[in-house]
């Protein structure tokens, strides 16, 4: 079974520039996060999707990022204008519905550097 | 807001010793997961305990919970080199149609060899 994929893996831009992440879940996972990762930090919840609707982004700085899962199955992330403090890795991660959902399974993750 | 912390913040131990970490929470749960993370890669799931049970294992892992005192261990026996990576505790946060893991701030492990 393919796990969560993401892309870029690495991606560098100046301040106030844009970037765009990438996730394609797991095959059958209804839920989808993004989770942002602190160099040093426990990763923290950005945006949870149930198909393609939100059910939490609470955490999503809005004035900036914002995210998308149009067709329900893969999702992006974007930043824009990014600031220095949105240095991080951010995590997609996905999970089955139901009684067998209990896991959440994380991709390798898209490491940003804002400069 | 993070809901774990864990205790240590950074474990250095020699090849073939014992680990062990230990994860504190806030509200009550209804499971607790524990993450392997390695420097530079995604979050890998170890183990899930649920909140009516008091120990699990699973190979060289030992995880204990204890729902009194809101804290559960991770206990990793005949450690390896390969064992060296940050351990992060997540609670299980469940209201309507959101399920979602809250981190703790993670242990770093360092086996030397």
């Known amino acids: 079974e393919a796990g969560v994929a993401q892309s870029p893996r690495y991606k560098i831009i100046e301040k106030r520039q844009s970037v765009a992440f990438w996730c394609n879940p797991i095959s059958g996972h209804a839920t989808l996060y993004w989770y942002q990762q602190i160099l040093g930090q426990g990763p923290k919840l950005l945006i949870q999707?149930?198909?393609?609707?939100?059910?939490?982004d609470s955490q999503l700085p809005k004035d900036r990022f914002s995210a998308e899962r149009l067709k329900g199955v893969d999702s992006t992330l974007k930043i824009q204008p990014a600031k220095l403090e949105d240095s991080a890795v951010y995590l997609c991660?996905?999970?089955?519905?139901?009684?067998?959902?209990?896991?959440?399974?994380f991709g390798e993750g898209s490491w940003l550097t804002v400069v | 807001s993070q809901q774990g912390e864990e205790d240590p913040q950074a474990l250095s131990i020699q090849e073939g010793e014992n680990a062990t970490m230990n994860c504190s929470y806030k509200t009550s749960i209804n499971n607790l997961q524990w993450y392997r993370q390695n420097s530079g890669r995604g979050l890998v799931h170890l183990i899930l305990?649920?909140?009516?049970?008091r120990e699990k294992h699973s190979g060289r892992l030992r995880v204990t919970l204890d729902t009194s005192k809101k804290s559960s261990s991770l206990l990793i026996t005949a450690s390896r080199a390969a064992d060296t990576a940050s351990y992060f505790c997540a609670t299980v946060e469940r209201m309507d149609s959101s399920y979602k893991l809250i981190f703790g701030s993670g242990t770093r492990l360092l086996v030397r060899p």
């Open positions: 999707f149930q198909n393609n609707g939100v059910v939490d």
């Open positions: 305990i649920r909140s009516n049970e």
């Open positions: 991660a996905s999970r089955k519905q139901g009684a067998l959902g209990n896991t959440i399974y």
